[in-house]
């Protein structure tokens, strides 16, 4: 079974700029995570989908904004970037019935860098 | 609100038990999570346990739970250099598969 994906890998944007990651989860699950780490701040949770509905979202100012598509695949959005976006962006995948584990599974990242 | 705390740096010999420890605030917590990462990789999950149990045991790793302390631990048996990474101790906290990360811990495995 293929793994969580996410495209691009490396950006380089210019402050001010908007900015789109994808992530494709693991075939059969359908639950999103989207993390921001960086190595002031460490991991940061931004925001959870499921079944294309945000359940849950994490503290972090509104130009940071995703949506989930009905296959599953999540996009996540930054809007007038600034220096301190610059960051790994990691997004995970989750079965998530009720009553499983939830274990969390994460792709390889975007690294985004803000000039 | 929620927290979770780890020590930053452990140094052990090639064939040694790496022991990585773990504190966290929430009460409520239902899961607890060890993941791996490499340079320039993503986070590798290692294992889990669930917070009525004390101690789970998977191959080369023991995570030990000490729920009344929220104190969680995980060993590795003959650490070998391949395991040396960043480990993050995780809270299933906040719901809905939101985890709240430790700052990681480094482990240098050095012949």
């Known amino acids: 079974k293929a793994g969580v994906t996410q495209t691009p890998r490396y950006l380089i944007k210019t402050r001010g700029q908007q900015v789109t990651l994808s992530c494709s989860p693991i075939?059969?699950?359908?639950?999103v995570s989207w993390y921001q780490q960086t190595p002031g701040q460490g991991l940061q949770f931004l925001f959870e989908?499921?079944?294309?509905?945000?359940?849950n979202k994490g503290n972090f100012p509104g130009r940071f904004s995703g949506r989930q598509f009905s296959n599953s695949r999540s996009e996540m959005n930054v809007s007038t970037l600034e220096l301190g976006d610059s960051a790994l962006y990691l997004c995970?995948?989750?079965?998530?019935?009720?009553?499983?584990?939830?274990?969390?599974?994460f792709g390889p990242g975007t690294r985004l860098t803000v000039l | 609100g929620e927290d979770v705390e780890q020590s930053l740096f452990l140094s052990v010999r090639e064939g040694d038990s790496s022991v990585i420890n773990c504190t966290y605030t929430d009460s409520s917590s239902t899961y607890l999570y060890w993941y791996k990462q490499e340079p320039g990789a993503g986070l590798q999950l290692l294992t889990y346990?669930?917070?009525?149990?004390d101690m789970k045991q998977d191959q080369r790793l023991t995570v030990l739970l000490n729920k009344k302390d929220k104190h969680l631990s995980l060993r590795i048996a003959d650490t070998q250099t391949g395991d040396s990474a960043i480990y993050f101790c995780?809270?299933?906290?906040?719901?809905?598969?939101?985890?709240?990360f430790g700052a990681g811990t480094r482990l240098a495995v050095h012949p």
């Open positions: 346990i669930f917070s009525n149990m």
């Open positions: 995780a809270d299933l906290s906040g719901g809905y598969n939101k985890l709240i």
């Open positions: 075939s059969g699950h359908r639950s």
């Open positions: 995970a995948s989750s079965f998530s019935p009720a009553g499983a584990t939830n274990e969390q599974f």
């Open positions: 989908y499921f079944s294309e509905t945000q359940r």
